[in-house]
């Protein structure tokens, strides 16, 4: 029963129940007159634990008496709590109320929190008031948080509130989902700044105003390289957040675990949207990122550790789970564990330490029975005379009902086992397969065969068979210790097929898609693909040296088993070590069943390792490191770069050790991979580490380092193989007596003992950890090699380029965070060269080029950013790269007069035939292969490129320097010099074009007149400068006819007569009237090139006048105004900074 607090309820103090305790909204309280009413139990410079008199060890005394009667006979809502926290500053005469409780205990609770979350905090503080007022805050948001603690789905108004608050903290768009907030303190240096942090899809935000301090961040989950607990001597326990390099602690959280896995979650959410590009179907909870949940990510997260426990299939849900106790007829015993439903299998694994866990596909079972409803028990029965006992379910009935209804819906998938011919290939489809293991074929298993390491393997496989008898065979089977130390010891070589089989959860795979094998290869054989490319390459190259493949039948089956998968998985397709991982798994699989077996290494064991990037591999040295750190203490003290032992045993995860150990002895390795999984091979690689450790010691470089494993491994053996010296990998110190052997046994054994406790849990939490590490590690690799290139081309600083960059990357993203399965995404290939692994088409290119440019043009926005697109996108994809975008900046930041006025010039000549935003790359070209001709010929090309010559640019005709002219007053408005520059202006189209009629004459004169040469009269022609370039054009004329369209307001309008010349009358001179372009171009040009005309803009038509570039280059040349803006240095820093604060408010 919950204790109601009177003296909260009866004053309206706002408070929060914790069990029997609760916080208190803090208000003052005078300890004159109550010190015989209260007793102190606890103190320290803060904060007081005090007990009311006639509660406990003095209730009988007269004082007691009195106040336990008086508390007695009032009323109930006047009661108060027995025991309460005070908070104290010692030089403060106040007393402050924020806690009470009904006990000592409960109580004690807060106070423990207190101590460890508080009081080393406020040393930090300088005064007492600031003390107070932080301790006041943090008590506040506690009350706060407390108050949220019910789910918000349950209270949407509260909720609604605090969505408000965020969008205008932090000024992002309604559409992103705040998923929870907490309250908590961020450090700033020393000092705690307590506010609230809110966790949505795509930010971790906090805000926090204190003594008049604000402070208000926000950092996309995507730059996250770093998520992490920590603790420290100011800090009991903390979450540090690092961001491009910067570290960030929040502490003080009430649901401190709670908080962080929710943030592992979300950035892991980021990871698998943005770089791995993985989509989840419609009915997934997070296949929408505007509509993710706190709950969702919670269920998701469940139903992964779920499958990755119990190695089920992708498609498999945790449904329900209950505790129980589960009959193990073995041991004779009842364990404690868990029931775990999913929607085909009834899963248990024990949580009293024993090991003990089991997986039964409920098509197997065909009734449940109820025999003890006294002890909550039922029983399943399932086919082969078997049956499983669970008592004290806590609702059994439930659970019985669940598994009788899913047994009827779950039909048996039972596989089609296709008929054989005698030598043993699958009939019945297009396409041969293997149904024999390699091993069989070749070395077929001779019963009469007297051999000691014959008899030793057959009492290993009777050791099995004793353990199946007493255990379970298939995929009921008891997995227990016993049958670690089974795995340990090495399994028969005539049940290793099996074994690997239901360890990994492959035998659930293929039998869950009966006939999906020959399926696939009848769609694949015979296709062309850069990956069979790849697989016919190293065909030959897989255990070249074992019999089974330097024959057709291992070859092809290894090709089948390849091509089949990169059909399966084009995203992974062949990547190099699946060649050599499959040659075993065929060696003692058939061929389905290897095929599935490389299913579930690639994508469910090793995930993200057989990719361009190897991502997983290097997650997982990443947590080799770790454990180095933490068991090889001497080792580490000995080099401080541990990255050696990550390249050098990069090899050991990608083969599972098979490259680097005889096949004979690697495959004992193998077996044990597939029962723990990675942490098999992360002990191994330790215990290695553990026994060089005296050589490694004495290591001068990596070189001698490297020798010296090498060495160790040549010298690995296993004693009890039954293979045949034609198989086994003999180093050329086999027969060598004076080196020391090491059996394989043996050393997994030392790898168990003295490694074994590592958990899986531990390792699984480490990779997540480091997986944010890795992938920010390669996008800094990338950064550094992209700027390096294009530092070398622009004037830009190195901290600017850096902070451009940042933009680049974010626009990329930016356009991705509010949709579902964004086009864009695949902007980004990281099996690209640096410079393109990151590109933007034209819509993200325009957002992010109206931010950095250095002039508001606000005529004609739209159509000026797709043409500096098209200038800048060199090759012709609908792309643009960073480099093309900082060079076409660099023009404008950086460059000289003419240089800018060139730009200028070329992006009215910019055709507009070319259809805006078409992405011409080849949809093949991030898998395909680095055409090293190709690159050496766009190289010499790029050698040979001379700079672009004024006299190369063509003329500019009428229609395109109207545009120009336009643009030009467009990027003179609001310029302290607006009037002169406008008259200038003027005066240079004025110019223009009375050297345009000088010109005709003097062309008219030197030809021989003629009717169809004369176009015009000389009255014509002379009138001809009265009509202005400037002035509204005809209505026939294409230009107006796109003006029509738009909206009259203009802030050109407000100047007409400004540009006024002698020779232009005052209307002719008037700035053209066009709306404002919002900077995401989504408003029509007023004045766009036209682009449905029937002649080209390009195209000079008769009576046309235009323009080369060195004529108006000369003439505005002659304008010292106009020379003194375009030289103007640009405050980049600003743009920049402007750039960020507005990047995520921009509309996309």
């Known amino acids: 029963?919950?204790?109601?607090?009177?003296?909260?309820?009866?004053?309206?103090?706002?408070?929060?129940?914790?069990?029997?305790?609760?916080?208190?909204?803090?208000?003052?309280?005078?300890?004159?007159?109550?010190?015989?009413?209260?007793?102190?139990?606890?103190?320290?410079?803060?904060?007081?634990?005090?007990?009311?008199?006639?509660?406990?060890?003095?209730?009988?005394?007269?004082?007691?008496?009195?106040?336990?009667?008086?508390?007695?006979?009032?009323?109930?809502?006047?009661?108060?709590?027995?025991?309460?926290?005070?908070?104290?500053?010692?030089?403060?005469?106040?007393?402050?109320?924020?806690?009470?409780?009904?006990?000592?205990?409960?109580?004690?609770?807060?106070?423990?929190?207190?101590?460890?979350?508080?009081?080393?905090?406020?040393?930090?503080?300088?005064?007492?008031?600031?003390?107070?007022?932080?301790?006041?805050?943090?008590?506040?948001?506690?009350?706060?948080?407390?108050?949220?603690?019910?789910?918000?789905?349950?209270?949407?108004?509260?909720?609604?509130?605090?969505?408000?608050?965020?969008?205008?903290?932090?000024?992002?768009p309604q559409r992103e989902k705040l998923v929870t907030y907490y309250s908590c303190s961020y450090w700033r240096g020393r000092v705690p700044n307590q506010g609230w942090i809110y966790l949505s899809t795509n930010f971790l935000c906090f805000y926090s105003y204190m003594l008049g301090n604000e402070v208000k961040l926000v950092f996309p989950w995507d730059e996250v390289s770093r998520l992490e607990r920590t603790s420290n001597v100011l800090l009991a326990e903390s979450i540090r957040v690092r961001v491009r390099g910067e570290d960030h602690f929040f502490s003080m959280l009430m649901r401190l675990q709670q908080t962080y896995l929710i943030m592992q979650q979300l950035a892991d959410y980021a990871v698998v949207r943005f770089f791995d590009k993985e989509t989840f179907h419609a009915e997934h909870s997070l296949s929408n990122p505007l509509h993710i949940t706190q709950r969702a990510l919670e269920k998701h997260a469940r139903n992964q550790s779920f499958r990755s426990f119990f190695r089920l299939p992708q498609e498999e849900n945790l449904c329900e789970v209950y505790e129980s106790f589960l009959w193990v007829p073995f041991s004779h015993i009842n364990v404690l564990g868990k029931i775990c439903v999913s929607e085909n299998y009834l899963c248990f694994a024990s949580q009293d330490g024993s090991q003990c866990h089991l997986i039964i596909p409920l098509w197997e079972v065909f009734s449940v029975e109820l025999p003890d409803r006294g002890t909550r028990a039922l029983t399943v029965c399932m086919r082969g005379k078997r049956a499983l006992r669970f008592s004290e379910v806590r609702d059994f009935e439930r659970l019985a009902a669940t598994i009788r209804r899913k047994c009827g819906s779950a039909g048996s998938p039972q596989h089609s086992f296709i008929s054989q011919d005698e030598?043993?290939?699958?009939?019945?489809?297009?396409?041969?397969?293997?149904?024999?293991?390699?091993?069989?074929?070749?070395?077929?298993?001779?019963?009469?065969?007297?051999?000691?390491?014959?008899?030793?393997?057959?009492?290993?496989?009777?050791?099995?068979?004793?353990?199946?008898?007493?255990?379970?065979?298939?995929?009921?089977?008891?997995?227990?210790?016993?049958?670690?130390?089974?795995?340990?010891?090495?399994?028969?070589?005539?049940?290793?097929?099996?074994?690997?089989?239901?360890?990994?959860?492959?035998?659930?795979?293929?039998?869950?898609?009966?006939?999906?094998?020959?399926?696939?290869?009848?769609?694949?054989?015979?296709?062309?693909?850069?990956?069979?490319?790849?697989?016919?390459?190293?065909?030959?190259?897989?255990?070249?040296?074992?019999?089974?493949?330097?024959?057709?039948?291992?070859?092809?089956?290894?090709r089948r088993v390849l091509t089949g998968y990169a059909h399966r998985n084009p995203k992974i397709g062949y990547c190099q070590a699946m060649n050599i991982l499959t040659s075993v798994l065929l060696l003692y699989a058939k061929e389905e069943e290897a095929f599935w077996l490389l299913v579930a290494v690639c994508e469910r064991m090793l995930p993200d390792y057989f990719n361009r990037r190897i991502i997983g591999a290097l997650v997982d040295q990443a947590v080799f490191e770790e454990l180095i750190r933490e068991h090889l203490t001497q080792l580490t003290e000995h080099m401080t770069d541990l990255s050696f032992f990550s390249s050098v045993s990069l090899s050991w995860f990608l083969t599972l050790f098979i490259s680097v150990l005889p096949i004979e002895s690697a495959v004992n390795v193998v077996d044990c991979f597939f029962y723990d999984g990675i942490k098999a091979i992360l002990q191994l690689g330790l215990a290695v580490l553990d026994y060089n450790m005296d050589n490694l010691l004495c290591?001068?470089?990596?070189?001698?380092?490297?020798?010296?494993?090498?060495?160790?491994?040549?010298?690995?053996?296993?004693?009890?193989?039954?293979?045949?010296?034609?198989?086994?990998q003999a180093s050329a110190t086999a027969n060598d007596k004076s080196i020391q052997k090491v059996d394989i046994s043996d050393l997994i054994k030392e790898a168990y003992e003295k490694y074994g406790d590592i958990r899986t849990e531990e390792v699984e939490n480490m990779r997540k950890r480091n997986k944010l590490y890795v992938i920010q590690t390669l996008e800094d690799t990338t950064k550094q090699n992209v700027l390096r290139v294009v530092a070398q081309d622009v004037k830009c600083s190195a901290a600017q380029?850096?902070?451009?960059?940042?933009?680049?990357?974010?626009?990329?993203?930016?356009?991705?965070?509010?949709?579902?399965?964004?086009?864009?995404?695949?902007?980004?290939?990281?099996?690209?060269?640096?410079?393109?692994?990151?590109?933007?088409?034209?819509?993200?290119?325009?957002?992010?080029?109206?931010?950095?440019?250095?002039w508001t043009t606000d005529t004609h926005v739209r159509s000026l950013t797709r043409s500096a697109f098209h200038i800048l996108d060199e090759n012709g994809d609908g792309l643009v790269n960073f480099k093309e975008l900082i060079c076409g900046l660099d023009i404008l930041y950086n460059r000289s007069f003419t240089e800018k006025l060139k730009f200028l010039f070329k992006l009215h000549l910019q055709s507009e035939s070319t259809e805006d935003g078409v992405i011409r790359k080849c949809p093949e070209k991030g898998r395909a292969k680095v055409d090293l001709q190709e690159y050496l010929k766009q190289w010499q090309e790029d050698l040979q490129r001379r700079e672009e010559s004024i006299k190369d640019l063509p003329r500019i005709n009428q229609v395109q320097f109207i545009g120009l002219t336009k643009t030009l007053y467009g990027v003179f408005h609001g310029d302290e010099e607006e009037e002169s520059l406008y008259r200038a202006v003027a005066r240079v189209t004025s110019l223009l074009l009375r050297m345009e009629e000088v010109g005709r004459k003097l062309q008219e004169s030197s030809l021989q007149k003629t009717p169809q040469s004369t176009p015009t009269s000389s009255r014509s022609t002379a009138q001809q400068p009265e009509v202005s370039p400037m002035s509204p054009i005809s209505a026939d004329t294409p230009a107006e006819s796109e003006n029509t369209h738009e909206p009259p307001e203009s802030p050109f309008s407000q100047h007409e007569t400004a540009p006024s010349h002698s020779d232009i009358t005052p209307?002719?001179?008037?700035?053209?009237?066009?709306?404002?372009?919002?900077?995401?171009?989504?408003?029509?040009?007023?004045?766009?090139?036209?682009?449905?005309?029937?002649?080209?803009?390009?195209?000079?038509?008769?009576?046309?006048?235009?323009?080369?570039?060195?004529?108006?280059?000369?003439?505005l040349l002659n304008e010292p105004s106009v020379v003194r803006f375009f030289e103007r240095a640009v405050d980049t820093d600003a743009l920049i900074a402007h750039a960020h604060k507005n990047q995520l408010k921009d509309k996309h």
């Open 801 to 854: 380029l850096d902070e451009l960059y940042m933009l680049f990357k974010r626009q990329h993203f930016v356009s991705c965070y509010w949709s579902v399965c964004s086009p864009a995404l695949h902007n980004h290939d990281p099996s690209l060269p640096y410079l393109d692994q990151y590109q933007l088409d034209q819509s993200q290119f325009s957002s992010l080029f109206n931010l950095l440019q250095p």
């Open 1067 to 1115: 209307n002719s001179t008037s700035r053209p009237s066009t709306p404002t372009s919002s900077p995401t171009g989504t408003s029509s040009p007023a004045l766009d090139t036209p682009t449905d005309t029937p002649t080209s803009p390009g195209a000079v038509r008769d009576g046309d006048w235009s323009f080369s570039f060195e004529q108006v280059l000369a003439s």
């Open 423 to 558: 030598e043993g290939v699958m009939v019945g489809q297009s396409q041969a397969v293997s149904t024999e293991a390699l091993m069989n074929v070749f070395h077929p298993h001779n019963a009469e065969n007297l051999d000691p390491k014959m008899l030793k393997e057959r009492m290993k496989e009777q050791s099995w068979q004793i353990h199946f008898a007493e255990y379970g065979r298939g995929t009921g089977m008891f997995c227990t210790k016993k049958t670690r130390d089974l795995i340990v010891r090495g399994v028969p070589e005539t049940l290793r097929g099996e074994l690997w089989m239901l360890f990994s959860g492959a035998v659930h795979d293929m039998t869950s898609n009966p006939g999906y094998y020959g399926r696939l290869l009848e769609e694949c054989m015979g296709s062309s693909s850069l990956a069979c490319d790849e697989i016919e390459r190293d065909l030959h190259r897989s255990l070249p040296e074992h019999p089974a493949f330097q024959s057709d039948t291992g070859i092809s089956a290894l």
């Open 1 to 172: 029963m919950r204790l109601r607090c009177s003296q909260c309820h009866a004053r309206g103090h706002v408070s929060v129940k914790t069990d029997c305790s609760m916080w208190l909204k803090p208000e003052e309280v005078l300890l004159k007159n109550a010190l015989k009413l209260w007793v102190t139990e606890k103190s320290n410079d803060y904060f007081v634990l005090q007990r009311r008199r006639g509660y406990g060890e003095d209730s009988g005394g007269l004082t007691g008496l009195l106040v336990g009667t008086l508390d007695t006979v009032l009323d109930s809502t006047a009661k108060v709590a027995p025991f309460r926290i005070l908070h104290q500053t010692p030089d403060s005469q106040v007393y402050w109320n924020i806690a009470c409780g009904a006990s000592l205990e409960e109580i004690s609770q807060h106070w423990d929190w207190l101590q460890q979350n508080i009081i080393r905090t406020l040393s930090v503080f300088d005064s007492g008031e600031d003390i107070t007022s932080f301790v006041q805050g943090k008590i506040r948001g506690l009350i706060a948080e407390e108050g949220t603690s019910a789910c918000d789905e349950e209270d949407p108004e509260r909720f609604r509130e605090v969505v408000l608050r965020f969008e205008r903290l932090f000024g992002l």
């Open 699 to 728: 290591c001068h470089d990596d070189a001698e380092a490297v020798t010296i494993l090498n060495r160790f491994f040549d010298n690995v053996t296993n004693k009890d193989s039954p293979l045949p010296a034609t198989v086994q």
